[in-house]
């Protein structure tokens, strides 16, 4: 096991990034919806285009990152996520920038992220011990939270300021950064030999393991039907707030900075919670308490009283995701073999950011046939049937990932 002084280091470099990345989750849609004047359909597009690779390479991805170091996987990860977004203001301030550029940019940055996050939830066992495990994810949602609360009000001043290319270089600089501290982590890792394994029987192995495993089976399967509802909500989302409620550049980031500061709220409990009642039942109650969020966002009406319920509803939101998270990555931190973490952890990426992809633009055609509040309506509909999925399964009598 690696010194205890490497998991502040590691948890650092992930809150770096994840204040950039908070800004840049006000700058972009304004960018899209505002600035180059995207059409619904082109914002879900954009919104599925860092997802798409997950299709592509989730699961080969998850296989290197069992065969390679993940240290050095996770440092060119963030320079490569660093250059893909740097491209986006220099291809604006250039006056050049096009809708079908900035998915190219994103594509590309999706790419990176895929090993990055394989290798990120791979790396984290060898960092701490299994039984603080949730209490390890807990700090670095608390630290995703905290850069949630921070980031959109910094991201929708800048934006107000400088405007939302400029937002976008700061969280291509916290991606350098994320890659210097982790560069410095100290974690003993031995190059695997590759040599006489074989690539399609690996991937097969992480494939069985998570969906032949009982409680990990039908986890997987409500988490990749929320991915699709979610991806299809957030683009929702942007095109409700900015066009449909016309909300302020300023307005919109601080809407995410409610989300941020009660996820951070959410995280903060999360252990408590998994120790009290179970980290099963934390994830079921938190996968309830998403359609009914997001019912209350598609009744939103574009007045004052109306705005006031957007704000409730992404407060509740907040909540839900951090404390459901740490205690999920318990589970399959802890009840997946170390030797296979990478494959898992890819498997369930790749199908999870597809139905993201999915979703985004789904969502992207629907809001231009149905409009934004109906589409919205179905979306919830679909994140009820992960909660129903999640309610009938094992999970309700698993106390811990144990």
């Known amino acids: 096991m690696a010194p205890r002084s490497s998991f502040p280091r590691f948890w650092a470099a992930a809150a770096i990034s994840a204040i950039g990345s908070a800004v840049t989750a006000v700058a972009m849609p304004i960018l899209v919806v505002r600035q180059l004047d995207a059409s619904p359909f082109e914002v879900g597009i954009v919104n599925a285009a860092q997802f798409a690779p997950y299709a592509v390479l989730g699961l080969i991805a998850g296989a290197y990152v069992d065969r390679w170091r993940r240290k050095p996987v996770l440092v060119w990860a963030g320079v490569g996520r660093a250059i893909s977004l740097g491209v986006v203001p220099v291809l604006w301030f250039l006056g050049a920038l096009q809708i079908w550029m900035l998915v190219i940019a994103l594509v590309l940055f999706g790419a990176f992220s895929v090993f990055a996050f394989a290798a990120t939830q791979s790396l984290l066992p060898g960092l701490v011990s299994r039984s603080e495990l949730v209490a390890a994810n807990a700090r670095l949602d608390q630290a995703d939270a905290a850069a949630t609360t921070m980031g959109p009000a910094v991201g929708g001043g800048l934006v107000g300021l400088l405007g939302a290319p400029v937002a976008i270089v700061v969280d291509a600089i916290s991606y350098l950064a994320d890659a210097a501290l982790v560069a410095g982590v100290r974690v003993a890792e031995t190059r695997n030999d590759c040599r006489t ?3 399609r029987a690996e991937i097969r192995d992480g494939v069985q393991w ?3 495993h009982r409680v990990l089976r039908p986890l997987a399967v409500s988490t990749h039907v929320w991915f699709l509802a979610n991806g299809a909500a957030m683009t929702v989302l942007s095109l409700l707030a900015l066009r449909s409620i ?5 307005a919109f980031g601080l809407l995410l900075t409610v989300f941020g500061i009660t996820s951070l709220i959410g995280a903060t409990i999360a252990p408590r919670c998994g120790r009290r009642i179970g980290s099963g039942r934390v994830v079921i109650l938190a996968r309830v308490i998403y359609p009914i969020a997001w019912f209350l ?5 574009a007045t004052g009283g109306g705005l006031a319920l957007l704000f409730v509803a992404l407060g509740l939101l907040g909540v839900a995701a951090g404390v459901e998270n740490s205690n999920e990555m318990g589970f399959w931190q802890t009840l997946t073999p170390d030797e296979l973490l990478g494959r898992v952890n890819g498997t369930r990426r790749s199908i999870n950011r597809t139905a993201a992809a999915l979703g985004a633009i789904s969502a992207g055609a629907l809001v231009g046939l149905i409009g934004d509040r109906l589409t919205l309506i179905g979306v919830t509909a679909i ?16 106390s811990d990932g144990s």
């Open 246 to 250: 016309g909300l302020t550049a300023l």
């Open 197 to 199: 394994r074989n690539l």
């Open 297 to 301: 966002v598609a009744a939103t009406p």
């Open 383 to 398: 994140f009820a049937v992960a909660a129903v999925v999640a309610v009938r399964s094992p999970l309700r009598h698993v």
């Open 210 to 212: 998570t969906y032949r």
